[in-house]
């Protein structure tokens, strides 16, 4: 009497809860990218953006640098005038130079005045007439350093006019001649720079187009499969952004990481071996290697802009691909000098 009377009840039972079962255990598999995340294309493209991406970084930072040395420079000799006295017979050099500071420093404008004394001129000449040099004996210029306010600089025609009239040997220079070379050359290394950052943007853009027209040229039945069921071309294309994307990323991190690790070594070495030959030379070749937070940033953005270009590019590539294949199934004769499928 426990069995149920009605068999064929107890049976369509057991195969509801056979079917639920089987439903349970089934599960949606995660469908896999269009193209593989690592391959030999991929891996060579990833090399090449970071060796683009380096170059930039390298370029950027090197322009940054000269760029604040030229501004260090500019700054200096703008704060400072020089007055240069010639010895001539008869005349009594401690009284001209002196009398040139006291006339430099009756116009507005001007800080202070320092005469450099025989001392401080024969460690200038020392470099090139040697040491214990007795000024007496060769004609040697003397100068008076004035000091003066950037922001309101005195009347340098009036005082040039000035020290002729009152001290015919003096000659005044403003180094206007300095800093207008200064000017010209940090303008000239931005153009040089900016001229060599669109040169490595433009090969990797053209890398990148080359990869992914390879890229789609080894998938390409997969791409017209797709788009022939049905799928969007926007789809397709976010899967080769995807895909693009993860390599630049990859190779421009590297390629930033590499050139900003660069100048912080050098930098480090350079503030850690100060005062020594060789040191002093590499300053003055190339000036200060520290590019300071601004030029980092720069790297930084540098990278960001690459990655941006690179899936840019790629997904530009794949839409007009893609266009390609329409184009030839609408019209099969237009196939001539399209890549074979």
């Known amino acids: 009497m426990g069995r149920s009377q009605f068999p064929e009840e107890e049976t369509s039972k057991s195969g509801r809860q056979d079917t639920a079962r089987r439903r349970t255990e089934m599960h949606v598999r995660s469908t896999a990218a269009i193209l593989p995340p690592a391959n030999i294309q991929g891996n060579a493209l990833m090399v090449v953006i970071a060796i683009m991406a380096f170059l930039a970084c390298l370029t950027l930072g090197a322009v940054s640098m000269v760029r604040a040395t030229a501004a260090g420079w500019q700054s200096q000799i703008s704060r400072e005038i020089t ?30 005045g320092t005469i450099m004394d025989d001392a401080a001129t024969a460690r200038l000449l020392e470099p090139w007439l040697g040491s214990d040099l007795q ?8 100068l008076v350093i004035i000091t003066i306010d950037e922001s309101n600089p005195p009347d340098f025609e009036g005082m040039r006019a000035l020290l002729k009239t009152e001290v015919p ?38 890398t990148v187009i080359f990869a992914t027209r390879g890229a789609l040229s080894g998938n390409r039945h997969i791409v017209e ?21 993860k390599i630049s990323l990859k190779g ?11 100048f ?45 270009l690179t899936t840019l590019t790629a997904r530009f590539t794949v839409m007009r691909t893609i266009d390609e294949i329409d184009l030839v199934r609408s019209d099969p004769s237009r196939s001539d000098g399209l890549p074979p499928s």
């Open 83 to 112: 007055i240069q006295i010639k010895p001539a017979e008869g005349l009594d050099m401690d009284a001209a130079l002196k009398k040139a500071r006291d006339l430099a420093l009756t116009f507005v404008g001007t800080k202070s």
């Open 169 to 206: 040997q003096a000659f005044l220079d403003d180094h206007r001649t300095w800093v207008d070379r200064l000017v010209s050359m940090a303008r000239t290394t931005v153009w040089i720079g900016t001229g060599v950052l669109i040169l490595v943007f433009t090969a990797m853009i053209l």
């Open 252 to 262: 421009s991190a590297v390629g930033g990481v590499v050139a900003a690790l660069l």
């Open 264 to 308: 912080a070594t050098a930098s480090l070495w350079q503030s850690n071996s100060r005062a020594t030959p060789e040191s002093e030379q590499a300053m003055a070749l190339f000036g200060s290697f520290t590019i300071g937070w601004n030029g980092y940033l720069g790297i930084f953005a540098t990278m960001l802009i690459i990655a941006l």
């Open 135 to 142: 000024l007496d004996d060769l004609p040697v210029p003397r």
């Open 225 to 245: 499969v797709l788009h022939f069921v049905g799928a969007e071309r926007t789809f397709v294309a976010n899967e080769f952004q995807k895909h693009f994307l």
